[in-house]
């Protein structure tokens, strides 16, 4: 066999890791979709009236969850537990399907005629601005407006 074919080949290690590597950045979003999901289940809220700890049958009690959650209630938890902490309105307007909706066709911009929308917002929202769509659905509009008013008190 030639010797420089043998050292370009990845090692199985070397192969391990990259598909660790590509897991990691396909899973990505899972952290986000959790956080978003605990704000719209109220867990902050829950978790700072119970005065900053809850077990996680009480936060399933305080949630008016059905018990049969309180597996799923644990692991999303423990995500949340190691992927930090986040503003709850920005999590919510940034997490919004009106925002995420674009990257689902982000191939489909790029592809798309010279003449089409400019941005993948635009397309994914039939060629609408993002102002446009926030004025036009009054949910969006208003999480949107939290969201800024949280950031700029971060900020």
Same mark, same amino acid.
């Given at each position: 066999m030639d010797a420089n &074919?043998?050292?370009s080949l990845a090692t199985g290690d070397e192969l391990l890791q990259a598909q660790? $590597?590509?897991? @990691?950045?396909v899973f990505a979003y899972t952290k986000s979709m959790s956080l978003r999901c605990a704000v719209e289940l109220g867990i902050p809220d829950a978790v700072h009236r119970r005065g900053g700890s809850i077990t996680v049958l009480d936060l399933v009690a305080e949630l008016s969850l059905p018990p049969s959650r309180t597996p799923y209630l644990r692991r999303l938890m423990r995500l949340l =537990?190691?992927?930090?902490?986040g503003l709850s309105p920005f999590a919510l307007a940034m997490l919004h399907p009106i925002v995420v909706s674009p990257s689902m066709s982000l191939a489909a911009w790029f &592809? =798309? =005629?010279d003449d089409a929308a400019r941005v993948p917002f635009a397309t994914a929202h039939g060629g &609408? $601005?993002?102002?446009?769509? =926030?004025? $036009? @659905?009054p949910e969006f509009g208003a999480a949107f407006n939290d969201a800024m008013a949280c950031d700029g008190r971060f900020v």
């Open positions: &074919r043998d050292s660790a $590597e590509l897991w @990691n950045h =537990a190691h992927a930090g902490q &592809r =798309a =005629a &609408r $601005e993002f102002y446009a769509v =926030a004025k $036009e @659905n």
